[in-house]
């Protein structure tokens, strides 16, 4: 059973976005130049992986406030 919070999963997320596409935080910016991103067909295909992955781990169940 899963414990992990919204805030939590969030955190992981974003962590995979630095990881595997180089991208610091998923928060919109307002500035084109940072909130649109060109990244390869690979790092995108790893990344998508990482975030399956993690959620098979935690499992499929709703997030705690």
């Given amino acids: 059973m899963s414990t992990m919070t919204k805030d939590e999963r969030f955190d992981l997320l974003e962590l995979i976005a630095r990881e595997n596409l180089g991208i610091d935080a998923?928060?919109?910016t307002g500035k084109p130049t940072w909130?649109?991103?060109i990244?390869?067909?690979e790092?995108?295909?790893r990344a998508l992986e990482?975030?399956?992955n993690a959620g098979m781990v935690s499992g499929y169940r709703p997030?705690?406030?």
């Fill in 26 to 28: 998923l928060e919109p």
């Fill in 50 to 52: 990482s975030a399956y």
């Fill in 35 to 37: 909130d649109f991103r």
């Fill in 43 to 45: 790092n995108l295909s």
């Fill in 39 to 41: 990244v390869s067909v």
């Fill in 63 to 65: 997030a705690e406030p």
